[in-house]
């Protein structure tokens, strides 16, 4: 049940961090247009825009980290005694 979650969580932390490098990268008035912050008129870089979706990446990659990981010993022992 959780494997949907992790490849979603994965995904979105791709597009998250791909997102930042096109702000860092790109003026305003380069972005695409869907891309908040696009301005036609400015000529500046987004920094803040950038830190976010790479801080936004991150926690997406360790959510699935940690959704990925193995079952404590204390949920295994319960499941045993109810099971």
């Not at 979603?8 to 860092?24: N, P, T």
């Not at 500046?44 to 830190?51: A, E, L, V």
């Not at 079952?71 to 099971?83: D, P, Q, R, T, V």
Request: hydrophobic share 45%; aromatic share 16%.
């Amino acid at each position: 049940m959780k494997k949907p979650f992790v490849i979603l969580a994965i995904l979105l932390g791709v597009i998250f961090i791909g997102a930042s490098i096109i702000y860092f990268i790109e003026p305003a008035r380069y972005l695409p247009n869907f891309f908040p912050g696009y301005d036609r008129a400015l000529t500046t870089h987004h920094y803040k825009h950038g830190i976010g979706a790479f801080l936004l990446g991150i926690a997406c990659f360790v959510f699935a980290w940690f959704q990925s990981g193995k079952k404590s010993s204390s949920a295994s022992l319960k499941e045993e005694k109810n099971g």
